[in-house]
């Protein structure tokens, strides 16, 4: 009798401690349900619809996820018959950049953005030109054209931009530490509208300084600038030019052809693109396009909701002041890149980027 008690003392105690092990596990459970995993959060978890989302968001960025979504392909046929076409009509191999060569002195000069008007070159003015041309007979495997927009916060796709053979910023972009993992530092050409040198430098009429020091991001880069859009555009673009000789600036500045802008105008007004003037950015995806066998967008987001976190997006990484689209038409242009990305012929990338990665 006695071995038998204490072998029913012993099933008792184990039937207490098994029991005492899984009431410990379950209060585990439910004390720790509201705690955050690490790691990739699940492909099938989708951030619900903002309450306030933008009048006609919705189904934008539904177009964007079905296109941007499938795996990507380069099409090289395809590729290559936009680039060749690009360079029969456009001619940014010759006429890209003005040059001593292509306009010489008692040459006229038609602004690309008003009307009929021109200007006579100079010798002063003849002797800005580049002597010779950035792009003619260029080709690059790579290249990136970084625009600017607040998609590129928490991007970390600084890597893969500075990877490429060549990129292209626009517009004096902030490069500053803090955005080196998102934008990274290499840049090869960045271009500069000369309403820039005048909101942010006073067109160069006082202190001129500022405007060096701010170039020296940018290295041995080329700043380029459309000083033949507008008459007004003449006189800014000129005392960037002499800025950067007086103060020795390694950056050599270059003008682009008005001529260029008008032939790439006719050839996107043929294929759609027929609400507004070229953007920059347009301008500079499309030399890209005709110079470079892989061409990366960054940063070419035009709307102020991100389209998988669904969360706010600031108009440019590096500020947010308000976008102004009244030369411009962004969405329409945006519409562009992702056909083009949907056909293959380039990479746009508005998500999160893999370093390693292409």
């Not at 499938?70 to 940014?92: A, F, N, T, V, Y």
């Not at 292209?168 to 960045?190: A, F, H, Q």
């Amino acid at each position: 009798m006695k071995g038998l008690h204490i072998k029913l003392s012993i099933s008792l105690m184990f039937i207490v401690l098994c029991l005492g092990s899984l009431l410990i596990t379950a209060f585990w459970i439910v004390d720790n349900s509201n705690i955050e995993t690490h790691g990739p959060p699940s492909p099938k978890k989708i951030p619900r619809w903002p309450s306030d989302l933008c009048a006609g968001c919705r189904a934008l960025i539904e177009k964007v996820r079905g296109g941007y979504s499938k795996p990507w392909k380069k099409q090289k046929d395809i590729s290559q018959k936009l680039s060749s076409q690009l360079r029969s009509e456009c001619h940014g191999f010759d006429s890209a950049i003005i040059t001593q060569a292509n306009t010489p002195v008692g040459s006229n000069i038609l602004f690309s953005l008003e009307g009929k008007k021109t200007l006579r070159v100079t010798p002063e003015i003849f002797s800005t030109f580049s002597k010779e041309n950035l792009f003619q007979n260029k080709k690059w495997d790579t290249c990136a054209v970084v625009g600017n927009s607040g998609i590129l916060s928490n991007s970390s796709c600084g890597e893969m931009i500075d990877s490429a053979q060549f990129v292209i910023r626009c517009n004096l972009p902030s490069l500053r530490k803090s955005y080196e993992k998102d934008v990274g530092m290499k840049t090869d050409v960045v271009t500069a509208n000369p309403s820039i040198i005048w909101k942010k430098y006073g067109d160069l009429e006082r202190r001129r300084r500022p405007f060096v020091e701010s170039l020296r991001i940018y290295g041995k880069s080329r700043l380029l600038l459309p000083a033949f859009t507008f008459a007004r555009d003449v006189p800014r673009s000129l005392r960037a030019v002499y800025t950067a000789e007086d103060f020795e600036s390694p950056m050599w500045p270059v003008f682009l052809n008005p001529d260029y802008i008008r032939n790439l105008t006719l050839f996107w007004r043929s294929r759609g693109q027929r609400k507004g003037a070229l953007s920059t950015g347009l301008k500079m995806v499309s030399l890209a396009l005709e110079h470079c066998a892989n061409v990366h967008l960054y940063g070419f987001w035009p709307f102020s909701i991100h389209p998988f976190e669904l969360n706010a997006v600031n108009n440019h990484y590096f500020d947010n002041n308000k976008a102004s689209w009244i030369l411009h038409a962004m969405p329409d242009e945006f519409d562009l890149w992702l056909q083009l990305h949907i056909q293959g012929v380039l990479r746009l990338h508005l998500g999160k980027c893999q370093p390693g990665t292409n």
